[in-house]
């Protein structure tokens, strides 16, 4: 019976998440009801709950952590500088004569928009209010239309500066300190965020590379689906070129100011987040749209998001600090390494645990509740530490599009049309999930493009 109780503890947190409570009180209130059975019973030593202060404290101490908030106030004065309404507007007239054009100039700008925002769901929601309505008044299959957005939304968990990566990297890199201190190794091997920004680079611009493949594609086998701006319509914008430059330029050269920092070895991730909020504020400034009801409505904005995922932190840490006191580190670790097909097996059940979560919970909670329990038993097993979090990145921004109950799903069913139906938005994003799984299989396959980049440029 005692084997089972870690078992009924993440099986209760998960119950209690689906009747709709907040996720970290429900992590943190599972895992002290647990803690009170256990010691009521027995079955459970009080002593473990007395490290909460000291995670709490670790947390408020955690330079990499500040990274987080500075990005959500990047991205979120991005958003409201109407930046994206101008580069959606620019590239659908670029790409607008060719069939599919609308599909790719989304996907672009949904990678430029990862690369500047990190925000999922921010993402999802300004491309479906701005780019839905063009593409279905221009003739577009709703599917394609919608599977589109979604997944150009959802780029944002992979291309680097990522809040995805930021809060992965801290993770795995505890994760990979205390595998190699479980192993003997007092002098561990660190892995940073940017060491994660580098290794996600290369699929990430894979990804979006398979995307546009996907609108050819469609293009040439059913060129109805992905119709065409009509030139005369195209004909009347002028100064085009000199639109896509001021379009363009701004935020591309601020996304090369923040990576370039990092990637540099110039700045750490967090001091580049602050160039990062400062450079957004600057073209925010050159826009004309800064003033005090912007700046309090981003602020506002960037409390909100900073704090859900730091309460959420403070909640995973009392309930991963139940479950290991229940034992429950023993219980995968055994479980992983009983498992046939040995690192192979233990992995492809990792990552299948993972994309299931991904339905009910969000990166948060799987980032600060699943992963630092199996990360350590992973990398005492020899994975690369930059090539799992690139995997478990990759995973999980497939699982927000996975039908029924993908995040990137239920954004965009918030603002669509309500003559776009949801059957319409799955059968959308089916082609996409499939090009992401082959990603996922490609990279696990070949190691190399995740540990190539970090390796040629850190040594």
């Known amino acids: 019976m005692?084997?089972?109780?870690?078992?009924?503890?993440?099986?209760?947190?998960?119950?209690?998440l689906l009747m709709g409570y907040s996720v970290a009180f429900s992590l943190a209130g599972t895992g002290l009801l647990f803690a009170a059975i256990?010691?009521?019973?027995?079955?459970?030593?009080?002593?473990?709950?007395?490290?909460?202060?000291?995670?709490?404290?670790?947390v408020m101490n955690n330079e990499v952590l500040i990274a987080v908030p500075l990005f959500v106030f990047m991205g979120v004065m991005l958003e409201k500088s109407r930046i994206a309404e101008e580069l959606l507007d620019t590239m659908a007239a670029l790409f607008g004569t060719l069939r599919g054009g609308l599909g790719i100039s989304v996907t672009l700008v949904g990678m430029l928009l990862a690369a500047s925002t990190g925000i999922v769901g921010a993402t999802v929601v300004t491309m479906g209010l701005l780019s839905l309505p063009t593409m279905l008044k221009r003739g577009y299959d709703p599917a394609v239309a919608t599977g589109t957005i979604c997944a150009s939304g959802t780029l944002g968990q992979i291309i680097?500066?990522?809040?995805?990566?930021?809060?992965?990297?801290?993770?795995?890199?505890?994760?990979?300190?205390?595998?190699?201190?479980?192993?003997?190794?007092?002098?561990?091997?660190?892995?940073?965020?940017?060491?994660?920004?580098l290794g996600a680079l290369i699929p990430g611009l894979l990804l979006?590379?398979?995307?546009?493949?996907?609108?050819?594609?469609?293009?040439?086998?059913?060129?109805?689906?992905?119709?065409?701006?009509?030139?005369e319509e195209l004909n009347q914008i002028t100064n085009l070129w000199l639109r896509a430059l001021k379009a363009l330029v701004p935020p591309v050269v601020l996304i090369g100011l923040v990576l370039g920092s990092i990637l540099g070895g110039f700045a750490t991730p967090t001091e580049a987040a602050s160039v990062g909020a400062v450079g957004a504020m600057g073209l925010a400034v050159m826009r004309r749209a800064f003033n005090l009801k912007t700046l309090n409505e981003v602020m506002r904005s960037t409390t909100q998001v900073s704090s859900m995922v730091f309460i959420i932190l403070v909640g995973a840490s009392i309930f991963s600090l139940v479950f290991r006191g229940y034992g429950g580190d023993d219980l995968v670790r055994d479980f992983l390494h009983d498992l046939p097909g040995g690192v192979f097996g233990a992995m492809a059940i990792v990552m299948l645990i993972v994309f299931l979560l991904g339905f009910f919970l969000d990166f948060i909670e799987i980032t600060f509740v699943v992963v630092p329990i199996v990360a350590p038993i992973l990398l005492s097993m020899g994975l690369d530490p930059v090539w799992l979090g690139v995997m478990l990145a990759l995973n999980l921004q497939t699982s927000f599009l996975t039908p029924p109950f993908g995040f990137a799903l239920f954004y965009l069913r918030g603002v669509a049309p309500e003559h776009v139906s949801t059957g319409q938005i799955y059968k959308g994003v089916v082609p996409f999930i499939l090009i992401q799984l082959a990603m996922l299989a490609l990279l696990a396959w070949q190691t190399g493009l995740a540990t190539w980049l970090p390796t040629a440029v850190y040594g």
């Open 38 to 58: 256990g010691t009521l019973t027995g079955h459970f030593d009080a002593v473990f709950l007395e490290a909460v202060p000291n995670r709490v404290f670790g």
């Open 208 to 231: 979006v590379v398979a995307y546009i493949g996907y609108m050819v594609f469609v293009a040439i086998t059913r060129p109805r689906a992905v119709p065409a701006i009509p030139e």
């Open 2 to 16: 005692t084997e089972l109780l870690p078992l009924l503890l993440f099986a209760g947190a998960i119950v209690v």
């Open 160 to 197: 680097p500066p990522s809040i995805v990566l930021v809060l992965l990297g801290d993770v795995i890199s505890s994760a990979y300190q205390q595998s190699q201190i479980d192993q003997g190794i007092f002098s561990p091997e660190t892995v940073t965020v940017g060491d994660l920004f």
